[in-house]
T-cell receptor, first 115, second 114 residues
Framework: GAGVSQSPRYKVAKRGQDVALRCDPI?????LFWYQQALGQGPEFLTY????????KSGLPSDRFFAERPEGSVSTLKIQRTQQEDSAVYLC?????????????FGPGTRLLVL | AQSVTQLDSQVPVFEEAPVELRCNYS??????LFWYVQYPNQGLQLLLK??????LVKGINGFEAEFNKSQTSFHLRKPSVHISDTAEYFC????????????FGRGTSLIVHP
């Protein structure tokens, strides 16, 4: 079946613009995670959903970052008034349940460049 | 707070040679350990994980890792690498009794030469 998909794959934004990044998880997966991966670094946790509930948003770097998953499937990560330090790859992952035994399946990421 | 250290940013190796990618962690509580691989322009893929039981864990693509509690290490090994193993490898840790949020290392770039 289809894996996790993300769109757009690449996004160039001018500083100050708002952007919206989309994640389509594997159908039926309850848990959805967003990560930020800066150049040369490992992924860093941003936020986590179980169905439509956002259970942890402790990793969001500022109040310019907002995520939602209104119907418990597709999720959108929105960044308002983008800054150059927001340039990174944004990864989405989903898993069937929230459990250590459950594998997180990652999408290919959205590469955001803020000029 | 936990942290993950991947000591080598790049590991060059010739095809069919053995390889070890090092990972050390620090934590005051028990941890669960993971290795992921990221091929160019793709998402991360789970290679293997240690949750409990045998400290030697076998994963996909011929990789294995050994959990060493006394040395707080979880090094990844493969006895004979292929060109196709060229990728970025990430070690990650999840605290026991906590959330399911992993902390990742900075990654090691494995470069396999013919």
């Amino acid at each position: 079946g289809a894996g996790v998909s993300q769109s757009p794959r690449y996004k160039v934004a001018k500083r100050g613009q708002d952007v919206a990044l989309r994640c389509d998880p594997i159908s039926g997966h309850v848990s959805l995670f967003w990560y930020q991966q800066a150049l040369g670094q490992g992924p860093e946790f941003l936020t986590y959903f179980q169905n439509e509930a956002q259970l942890d948003k402790s990793g969001l770097p500022s109040d310019r970052f907002f995520a939602e998953r209104p119907e418990g499937s597709v999720s959108t990560l929105k960044i308002q008034r983008t800054q150059q330090e927001d340039s990174a790859v944004y990864l989405c992952a989903s898993s069937q349940r929230t459990s250590l035994e459950e594998t997180q399946y990652f999408g290919p990421g959205t590469r955001l460049l803020v000029l | 707070a936990q942290s993950v250290t991947q000591l080598d940013s790049q590991v060059p190796v010739f095809e069919e040679a053995p390889v070890e990618l090092r990972c050390n962690y620090s934590s005051s509580v028990s941890v669960y350990l993971f290795w992921y691989v990221q091929y160019p322009n793709q998402g991360l893929q789970l290679l293997l994980k240690y949750l409990s039981g045998s400290t030697l864990v076998k994963g996909i693509n011929g990789f294995e890792a050994e959990f060493n509690k006394s040395q707080t290490s979880f090094h990844l090994r493969k006895p004979s690498v292929h060109i196709s193993d060229t990728a970025e490898y990430f070690c990650a840790v999840i605290l026991s009794g906590g959330s399911y949020i992993p902390t990742f290392g900075r990654g090691t770039s494995l470069i396999v030469h013919p």
